[in-house]
């Protein structure tokens, strides 16, 4: 069934599955504790955190990781698997770090 010259609303797929098309679009900003902000965005995506790796690499060097998530449990969940992987890379240090979003 077609839904030209409706409203989204009336779209079942819409109302069923409240996808990105049918939700404001916005911009979200993380600021670290060093000062650092991250823009993202545009998006509908229900992104609540921001979570940040540096990874001290064994030749001086540092690479950086980044990513968002739904909630502060998903983010913290990033940590377990980054103790892992410092193992697995043979990172010498490394800092991990969650900060809210916030519209902007």
Not at 3 to 17: N, T
Not at 86 to 96: D, L, M, S
Request: net charge positive; hydrophobic share 40%.
């Amino acid at each position: 069934m077609a839904f030209i010259g409706r409203k989204a609303a009336d779209c079942p797929q819409h109302r069923r599955y409240r996808c990105a098309m049918a939700r404001k679009k916005r911009y979200l900003s993380a600021t670290m504790a060093d000062g650092y902000v991250k823009t993202i965005g545009p998006t509908a995506a229900p992104f609540t955190h921001f979570w940040r790796i540096v990874a001290h690499l064994q030749n001086g060097k540092t690479e950086v990781f980044w990513g968002h998530a739904n909630s502060l449990k998903e983010a913290i969940g990033k940590k377990a698997a980054t103790e892992e992987a410092a193992r697995q890379r043979g990172w010498t240090a490394f800092e991990f770090e969650v900060v809210k979003l916030t519209e902007s």
